[in-house]
């Protein structure tokens, strides 16, 4: 595999888009088994990443209510399911 920039150096879009190559590169079946376990590895760490950014950005998010005497406060998002499972 080809110099790769740390997980935590790339942006939510491109750890995202490299792991949409790595899926589609593990599906065409084309490498050698190495390289798929490689990829297969690396496409789990980004995915890790990618969930616990996704996770973070969720919780912080919130929204703003107005309660009925016009005073405004914060109620806490819930977060999404992360139990989806992706297979290669």
Do not use: C, W
Request: zero cysteines; charged letters at 35%.
């Amino acid at each position: 595999m080809a110099e790769q920039k740390n997980i935590e150096d790339l942006t939510y879009k491109e750890a995202s888009q490299e792991l949409e190559r790595i899926i589609r590169s593990l599906e065409s079946g084309d490498m050698e088994l190495e390289e798929s376990l490689e990829s297969y590895t690396r496409g789990v760490e980004l995915l890790k990443s990618l969930r616990t950014r996704l996770s973070e950005a969720e919780q912080k998010v919130s929204v703003l209510l107005q309660d009925v005497d016009g005073t405004d406060h914060l109620a806490p998002a819930d977060a999404a399911s992360t139990d989806d499972k992706l297979s290669f």
